[in-house]
């Protein structure tokens, strides 16, 4: 690594990058603990996420009372969201609050990516390298980049001769966009699509939306809150919070059955579904337990979604189109929606099915598919992210012996999604093989940055500088994540979960599948037994090596 050292001259504990709600927590609890932290960001302000997806219609899809903080029982009685699922406005000025009452921003240096890191084994210390040229040192690298904050732009021939503007949905222009007027081209019809389509067909003058893979959503029934609920929430936040970390697979706190959907007959099972749908939201794939595990469970849950479906797009070639029927329910990310198939109804919005009519190219007018070109003003990318190693293969980070890069070439290895052999003193949080994005993240966030914050200290408390995954603890881990995912329905779908909208990437399934509960019990296992799996080195023997 070359270049000037402006950082160099602090000696730091630890460096974390990234500060969406991992990155500000990580900094709170490193600094209560005395450690002397620093965290770097490319955006000009913390957020994360909701920093960068300002997209029309962006919202959280795990209710605000659940999707936030729970570390701090002032910040969630006093914090006063407004609607069942906040906007990205709210969750933003939510990130904004947190920075501010933690104090948390002057230790943050923004506007500065991280390009390279690398492990010093002499002084046992990372060197990180940023896009100024400058660097810095510390003891601890702790990742905090996001699994889903790399934007991913598809490289269709011609996107540079476009004579209209081009958006992604995950970089969205901080000053908005005024649509109206506009013949808008919508690619992709994923989670940020099906919140975007709607909005933007209230404005625009037509709205194209070209779609490879039609997706299950479930109504968001999103609502203002009122008092009472807020109220109840608040009451219960001990119970509920507790509930959501040791009882809930996914996070998220809800009522949970103890059966499966073929122990019910035909009628009771469509109540059952119907009064879910009513709810709206994520519950909506709980309400037996077995539709991610069992074909059949799942196909009656996929039928009564493909129903409703059916149901509200009144054209019945449009709506086969808008059924999925290629993958089971639930094992791509389930989308939750405002309208979105109602849309399709409008006389201004128009189905390109681009699995039938392929996207050739992107001419200076529009979108030629299938040999039909398609007049347009402007372009949405809603094409997603190169999820969970998207963020870490931009980066050059070189290990003990080989690059990360290298490490993975065949899919992410790590230990518990926090750690990674051959990589000492670097964490991640909500890394692949943790459960991460398939849970309440705020959960998953709190518990990783929880379990490093110990782990640090702990380490500090016996003068041990070093701390690194053992290989066969990881090699066991990898065969854990994938035995428990082959175990379900969930590789059947060809999704970002598998890493299948990257040409190219080894399809592996990223996050663990065992639930948040079960991994939550597995890593304070490993803590309580002195940090099982990991190779420990006293701070003597470190200085004498
Ligand atoms: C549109 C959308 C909606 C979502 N809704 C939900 C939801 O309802 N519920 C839920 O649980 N999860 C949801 N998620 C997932 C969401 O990403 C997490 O909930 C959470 O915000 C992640 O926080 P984070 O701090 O771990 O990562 P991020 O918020 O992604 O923050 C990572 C930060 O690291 C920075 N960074 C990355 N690389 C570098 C580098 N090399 N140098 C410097 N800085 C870097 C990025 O700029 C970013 O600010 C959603 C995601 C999206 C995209």
């Known amino acids: ?47 994360g996420t909701w920093y960068w997806n300002r997209y029309p219609g962006a919202r959280c899809d795990v209710e605000s009372m659940q999707y936030s903080y729970s570390f701090s029982n002032a910040l969630q009685q006093e914090w006063q969201w407004t609607e069942r699922y906040a906007g990205q406005a709210e969750i933003l000025r939510y990130a904004l609050h947190v920075a501010e009452r933690f104090d948390l921003r002057r230790d943050i240096t923004f506007d500065t990516r991280v390009t390279e890191a690398a ?102 029934r999103n609502r203002p809150l009122t008092d ?27 009522d949970y059955p103890v059966k499966g959907a073929l122990e019910d007959d035909d009628e009771t099972r469509r109540r059952r579904f119907e009064g879910r749908w009513e709810q709206g939201g994520i519950p909506f794939m709980s309400a037996y337990n077995d539709i991610s595990l069992d074909e059949s469970a799942n196909d009656t849950a996929a039928n009564f979604v493909r129903e409703k479906i059916g149901a509200v797009v009144k054209d019945p070639g449009l709506a086969a189109l808008l059924q999925p029927t290629s993958y089971p329910i639930g094992t791509k990310r389930i989308c939750l929606d405002t309208d979105y198939f109602e849309t399709f109804n409008r006389d201004n919005v128009t189905l390109v099915d681009v699995r039938a009519a392929p996207i050739e190219r992107i001419t200076a007018a529009g979108v030629r598919a299938g040999g039909t ?40 290895k790590t230990y518990l999604g926090l750690m990674i052999a051959g990589f000492p003193n670097m964490f991640m949080i909500t890394g692949p093989g943790s459960p991460s994005v ?6 998953s966030i ?46 059947r779908a060809a999704s970002w979960y598998m890493g299948a909208n990257i040409p190219g990437k080894p399809r592996v399934f990223l996050p663990y599948i065992g639930g948040v509960p079960v991994y939550r019990q597995i890593c304070d296992d490993v803590a309580a037994k002195g940090y099982e799996g990991f190779a420990l080195t006293p701070r003597h023997r470190a200085a004498a090596e």
């Open 1 to 47: 690594m070359t270049g000037p050292d402006t950082h160099e001259t602090q000696e730091r504990d630890a460096i974390i990058v990234g500060a969406g709600f991992s990155g500000l927590y990580m900094l709170h609890r490193l600094r209560a603990l005395g450690f002397s932290v620093r965290v770097y960001e490319q955006a000009s302000d913390v957020g």
């Open 373 to 412: 070109e398609h007049a347009l003003d402007a372009i949405v990318l809603a094409t997603g992210f190169d999820a969970m190693t998207g963020s870490f293969a931009k980066l050059d980070i070189r290990g003990r012996r080989e690059t990360l890069n290298a490490k993975w070439a065949e899919g992410p």
């Open 119 to 220: 492990f010093d084994e002499t002084a046992q210390r990372w060197t990180v390298a940023f896009d100024d040229g400058t660097r810095a040192s510390a003891s601890f690298l702790i990742m905090a980049i996001g699994c889903l904050s790399n934007a991913r732009t598809p490289d269709f021939p011609g996107l540079s001769e476009f004579a209209g503007k081009v958006w992604h949905t995950g970089h969205w222009p901080h000053e908005g966009v005024d649509f109206s007027g506009l013949r808008v081209g919508v690619i992709g019809t994923g989670s940020s699509a099906i919140q975007a389509i709607p909005v933007i067909a209230r404005e625009a003058k037509h709205v194209t939306v070209f779609q490879r893979t039609p997706n299950y959503s479930i109504p968001a």
């Open 438 to 443: 398939l849970s309440n993240m705020m959960v």
């Open 446 to 491: 709190e518990q990783h940055v929880d379990w490093i914050a110990d782990c640090l200290a702990w380490l500090r408390e016996r003068d041990i500088a070093g701390i690194e995954a053992a290989q066969h603890a990881e090699d066991q881990w990898v065969a854990h994540v994938n035995e428990v995912a082959q175990a379900t329905l969930y590789p």
């Open 228 to 254: 009472d609920e807020r109220t109840w929430w608040r009451a219960n936040y001990a119970r509920v919070r507790q509930s959501a970390r040791r009882e809930a697979r996914n996070g998220i706190f809800a």
